[in-house]
């Protein structure tokens, strides 16, 4: 099981884990903390030191009620950041995290190589076109609506049995169009109750039915500190325990704020 970034082929049999850079004023967790280049660069090192393999630069809050951004402001926020991280660190692999495909392509020509796409196409028709004429990974998750009315449509028959029709289609419709490294991630958090959320989690073995990668990122949300009574601040060891079941469950990617601990987490899950 291996993606092709860049010409190089990363195995994704051993779990690897994606390291989030939010270089936005209003994320849920780390919202302003990487605002300037210093910051930047001190973050991503860290990441890069304690053992990430691709970095995660998003520059529009997804967060639910997030307000807009515009998708020039978007560029203006993500571009700089990029040619900042190939500068110091050339070797990175960044995924852009965007649903835009200007967005997309403007990042993977300033030296991103990967797409990490929250609606899957959904928001923006030509996404999937633009991916598959760059030929770069994309990660499709499970989302319904926007930012701003996700939380509105959480509703379901059956979740992980809707969440699988879903990403049924949107695997035909890429492989039609010639896409051929492909991932999902369930979405924990978009459109879906705490209690939904769980459910997915509970089953995400299902989902290997697919054949295809699967990323997790539960790093810090709502199900975990909403469940423990706390804050995303204090929800590292939350998160620690829900990143364990994931990987039991078959997940290839951690999406994290932090990797120190999630890099421990898969180093010990293997053993077993």
Known sequence: MTINCLGKLIDLTYPKVMGILNITPNSFYDGGKHSDEKSVLLQVEKMLTEGATFIDIGAYSSKPSAEFVSEFEEIERLVPAIQLV?????????S??????????????????????????SLDTTMMETVAKLQVPYIMMHMKGN????????????????????FSDKVVHARSLGISDLLIDPGFGFAKTKEQNFEVLNNLELFQILELPILVGVSRKSMIYKTLETSADKALNGTTVLNTISLQKGAKILRVHDVKEAMETIKLVSQI
């Open 96 to 121: 852009v995290d965007t649903f835009r495909a200007k967005v997309a392509k403007t990042g993977i020509e300033n030296g991103a190589c990967i797409i990490n796409d929250i609606s899957a196409g």
């Open 147 to 166: 930012p701003q009315t996700m939380q509105s449509m959480a509703n379901y028959e059956n979740v992980t049995k809707e969440m699988l029709l879903y």
């Open 86 to 94: 190939i500068k110091h660190f050339p070797d990175t692999l960044i």
